[in-house]
Structure formats: structure tokens, C-alpha cells
């Protein structure tokens, strides 16, 4: 059975994002790029929601033939290779715009659609971003493991991480620092 995986970042305080939205208020830093190119490595399919997917097909494809650095290049080449599955009952086909790999589940059919691709052949399912979709996700037991990465920022508002309570019991699995890096990964593995 594949592992569905949500990897995000957190500030102190417990945010997805800041006031208005903004996720660029978040406490960034290389360790950030270093872990999410790790996951994409061992990740044969994303799954998104249509605002975090729009968002990444906007900024990703012109990164891999930019000056960024090397890693952002490669999670570039990575992220336009993987097959995405986006939930969203908006999204139409022509709005995939160069990920041709993209598969859109309506809502209603989400958690069956995605309780199949988990027990299907593959490696992992990753969710980045898509705070409303995993947080659904999450209280409905599709969630295998939570992979916070907690950065040194207040942001003082905006959208907490967590929106529902959740029954499932969260076993630390994983505690990691990057040399460099103010970030703090925390891996639970999640059971109902």
C-alpha cells in the first residue's frame, strides 16, 4: 500500500500561511528546498487542491531553465515530471496548461478515488500545500504520515494548520535539522 504524505510548513505559532493569505511571510530557508526535493525523489504522484495547484503550475515550469539554484531547478524538473491529481470542481483540462500528466477528481468522488491510488502500485503520494484538501484528508483517516516542517517565525495571523480536531493517534517517527537550516522536521506517522 503507498503512503499518502503531507509535507508543509509551519511557524512557531502554529500558521500554513500569514495574514491575507501570504505565504511568503513563512520562515523559509534552504532546508525548506533540501526536504521538499527528497520527497518529490521518492514520489511517483502529488495531489493538490486547485489553488495550490495553480499556484505551483504558474511558478515551476520557467524554473528549471532559470539561475535558480540547482535544487530549485531540480524540484522544478521533478514537479513537471510527477503525476498530479488535483481535487477541484472547477479545474477543467485546458487549464492544466504544460502538466498534461494531471488527473482532476471532482470532491464528491475524492476520498474513494484517493483510497484506491493509495492501495494501487506506486510509491509515495505526496500533498503540498492544499491546506484545505489535507486537513479533509486527515479527518477522513487517508492521511499516512504528517511532515511538519517548523520554521523560527510568528506570523502572528492567518490560516491556522489545523482546522478540525482530529481521533487519529500521531507517533513521532522522526525528528531532522539541516546544517544551515532554522527549519525543525517533525514526521508523524498517523494510524485511525
Not at 9 to 21: E, K, N, R, Y
Not at 52 to 57: P, T, V
Not at 91 to 100: E, M, N, S, V
Amino acid at each position: 500500500m503507498r503512503k499518502l504524505i503531507v509535507c508543509n510548513l509551519m511557524s512557531l505559532d502554529g500558521c500554513f500561511t500569514g495574514p491575507g493569505d501570504d505565504v511568503m511571510v513563512m520562515p523559509f530557508d534552504d532546508g525548506f528546498s533540501e526536504y521538499n526535493a527528497e520527497r518529490l525523489r521518492a514520489a511517483d504522484t502529488m495531489l493538490l487542491g486547485r489553488t495550490s495547484f495553480e499556484g505551483f503550475r504558474d511558478y515551476w515550469p520557467p524554473v528549471a531553465d532559470s539561475d535558480a539554484p540547482p535544487v530549485e531547478r531540480e524540484i522544478s524538473r521533478l514537479t513537471m515530471d510527477i503525476d498530479k491529481v488535483v481535487v477541484s470542481d472547477t479545474l477543467t483540462a485546458d487549464q492544466t496548461g504544460a502538466w498534461r500528466n494531471t488527473q482532476i477528481v471532482p470532491r464528491a468522488d475524492a476520498h474513494k478515488q484517493i483510497a484506491e491510488l493509495k492501495n494501487g502500485p506506486g510509491r509515495d503520494i505526496l500533498v503540498f500545500g492544499s491546506h484545505i484538501l489535507w486537513n479533509d484528508l486527515l479527518a477522513h483517516g487517508l492521511v499516512d504520515e504528517l511532515h511538519l516542517l517548523i520554521g523560527p517565525g510568528i506570523v502572528g495571523d492567518g490560516v491556522r494548520s489545523f482546522e478540525t480536531r482530529s481521533t487519529a493517534s500521531f507517533q513521532l517517527v522522526e525528528t531532522r535539522t539541516w546544517e544551515g537550516s532554522s527549519l525543525l522536521l517533525t514526521r508523524y506517522a498517523i494510524s485511525s
